[in-house]
């Protein structure tokens, strides 16, 4: 079972559950979204990529940035996912992620969109 992130009831009052790729985006977001030294107990978890919407833009920090989301998948998720490729564009004061993986399980390449920061209507 693949339980839903955020944690959550469904209807009947059981734990929500998600299909497996909704699973592995909403665990590839929480790795994103985590900043280092949020969890108590895992200190290095996270990378912290929420902190960036207010950063100054340019392509050395998406440069640095992709190579610090690549590593932290890697460390957190190697046992699920293996990452083909990450990429971070910077515009304005949004953030989109784009990460291109392949689901170990099943051997299906996928790819998870993230957007953060911007003004909503």
Do not use: C, K
């Not at 996912?81 to 971070?88: D, G, H, L, N, P």
């Amino acid at each position: 079972m693949n339980i839903a992130i955020p944690y959550g009831f469904d209807r009947s009052g059981r734990t929500a559950s998600s299909d497996a790729t909704q699973h592995l985006n909403d665990l590839i977001g929480q790795v994103l979204l985590t900043a280092p030294g949020e969890r108590v107990n895992r200190p290095t978890f996270g990378a912290g990529t929420a902190q960036l919407v207010f950063a100054p833009s340019d392509d050395t920090m998406a440069a640095a940035q992709q190579q610090l989301i690549q590593a932290n998948l890697q460390q957190w998720l190697s046992d699920l996912i293996r990452v083909q490729s990450v990429q971070v564009v910077s515009q304005d004061s949004t953030l989109t992620i784009t990460v291109q993986y392949i689901a170990l399980q099943t051997r299906q390449p996928a790819t998870a969109q993230f957007v953060y920061g911007g003004v909503t209507p």
